[in-house]
């Protein structure tokens, strides 16, 4: 059994909108159906859980009826912090699914990701996908600056899979509640995290640059 938890509490701020970035739209449709119709075209019968803030959820209602929304959601409101949404979101999960966490403002992570996020945790218990770094980095501190391997540094992103009884237990039991990497709760209870290739395009929706990269790679890939 597969299901997703989409944590949806992001704010237009860096965007420079007053709409929430999960809400603007790229090609005449929302972040958020771009990143639910992913999922649902990697797997039609999996279970989603929707997290969203409780202001935002009449936006979704008027969403629902707009592009007519007859699979099943289940939809919860977030808490304080992205930890807390998490937790409201995973209390919706059957704790022997595979479980994935995801950005709402993800659109578009791939098929053969996902694939392999699931396959991973379903094998190892948990699977993050992570892709290399291009760019020279330095480390900065308090006595100044150091080259960076950058073959030793990955760069992270979602969906997180893990068995769901698995992470719940790392969420119920994680001291430190400021964490906003699923990956990182896993890690401080269970240890070791296994490592999946994501995809290049699964860029995280922040700035408006953002919009036009994914509007033409949605554009390339419905062509």
């Known amino acids: 059994m597969r299901s997703v938890v989409i944590v949806a509490g992001g704010s237009g701020s860096r965007m ?14 929302p972040v958020i159906i771009w990143t639910l119709e992913k999922f649902i075209e990697f797997d039609p019968s999996i279970n989603i859980v929707l997290v969203l803030p409780e202001s935002h959820l009449i936006v979704w209602d008027d969403l629902v009826q707009k592009y007519s929304i007859t699979r099943k959601v289940d939809i919860t409101t977030g808490g304080a912090t992205r930890f807390h949404s998490v937790m409201q979101g995973l209390a919706l999960v059957d704790p022997s699914a595979i479980v994935g966490i995801h950005d709402a403002v993800r659109p578009l992570v791939s098929t053969d990701t ?55 237990t790392a969420y119920e039991n994680c001291i430190d509640q400021t964490l906003t990497d699923d990956a990182s709760v896993y890690e401080s209870y269970y240890g070791r995290v296994n ?15 953002d919009m036009k ?11």
């Open 16 to 29: 420079q909108s007053e709409t929430p970035k999960q809400f603007l739209e790229i090609l005449g449709k």
């Open 213 to 223: 990269i994914a509007e033409a790679i949605l554009l390339e890939r419905n062509q």
């Open 195 to 209: 490592l999946v290739q994501g995809n290049t395009e699964n860029i995280k929706i922040t700035f408006p640059a």
């Open 114 to 168: 996902l694939q392999r996020c699931y396959d991973g945790a379903e094998k190892e218990g948990n699977a993050i996908p992570v892709i290399d770094t291009e760019d020279s980095l330095r480390e900065v501190s308090a006595s100044g600056n150091m080259i960076m391997d950058r073959n030793r540094v990955k760069r992270v992103q979602t969906p997180q899979a893990f068995q769901a009884e698995k992470i719940v």
